[in-house]
């Protein structure tokens, strides 16, 4: 099993809808979570941390639920700039283990 | 912002040369660099940690030899692919971690190298 998986998508959203990515983890000792946006043949880019008490940031909110081992990032009233592949990343804190992981990515394609 | 600059961007070379990359953090200090590796349509997978001042420790899979890590000041790590084949056509991404955040997690990435072995 990956340590960090994903839907690859591709998510095909008219714009102005609301999309939902989940992500999954398999190391129940991961401290830190975050979404990285990465456009095509670009470097990711970081888009929001994940806390424990979920965040909000514009239209973008994380949620982080650690029973099941699952992050999720809801984007409201997309956008045609939106379109890009999430990547969820996962850190484990600490000695040889602190690396961040990321999952496989899913792709948004916001349709006009 | 922290910002960190990867050189050369695109590299074509021809099948047994070797390639050198560089990761540079601009305006801060980074103790821990990483270098991922990733093919299209695929995600960023961990090649190695590269630790200033000692030896690199590379992820399952990943030949030392082949790939080899210099993280000589608190700015600077270096990879290079020795003997390089078509298949180590990829997107090689460096990513760094400021000195003193190791608990956060959060890492800068640089702007990827693109190589074509031909």
């Known amino acids: 099993r990956k340590e960090v998986e994903q839907d690859p998508g591709p998510f095909n959203v008219p714009e102005g809808a609301t999309v939902a990515f989940n992500c999954t983890y398999s190391?129940?000792?991961?401290?830190?979570f975050f979404w990285y946006r990465q456009d095509c043949r670009k470097e990711p880019k970081l888009l929001m941390s994940v806390y424990s008490s979920g965040n909000e940031d514009g239209r973008f909110t994380a949620q982080l639920n650690r029973a099941s081992q699952y992050i999720s990032l809801l984007i409201r009233d997309s956008k045609l700039s939106d379109s890009a592949t999430y990547l969820c990343a996962v850190n484990n804190l600490g000695g040889a283990t602190n690396k961040l992981i990321f999952g496989t990515g899913t792709l948004l394609a916001v349709q006009p | 912002g922290a910002v960190v600059s990867q050189h050369p961007s695109w590299v074509i070379c021809k099948s047994g040369t070797s390639v050198k990359i560089e990761c540079r953090s601009l305006d801060f200090q980074a103790t821990t660099m990483f270098w991922y590796r990733q093919f299209p349509k695929q995600s960023l997978m961990l090649m190695a940690t590269?630790?200033?001042?000692?030896?690199?420790?590379?992820e399952q899979g990943v030949e030392k030899d082949k790939f080899l890590i210099n993280h000589a000041s608190l700015t600077l790590s270096t990879l290079t692919v020795t003997s390089a084949h078509p298949e180590d056509s990829s997107f090689y991404i460096c990513s760094a971690r400021r000195t003193g955040a190791e608990f956060t997690g959060e890492l800068f990435f640089g702007e990827g190298s693109r190589l074509t072995v031909l």
């Open positions: 590269s630790n200033e001042g000692s030896k690199a420790t590379y």
């Open positions: 190391n129940s000792a991961s401290q830190s």
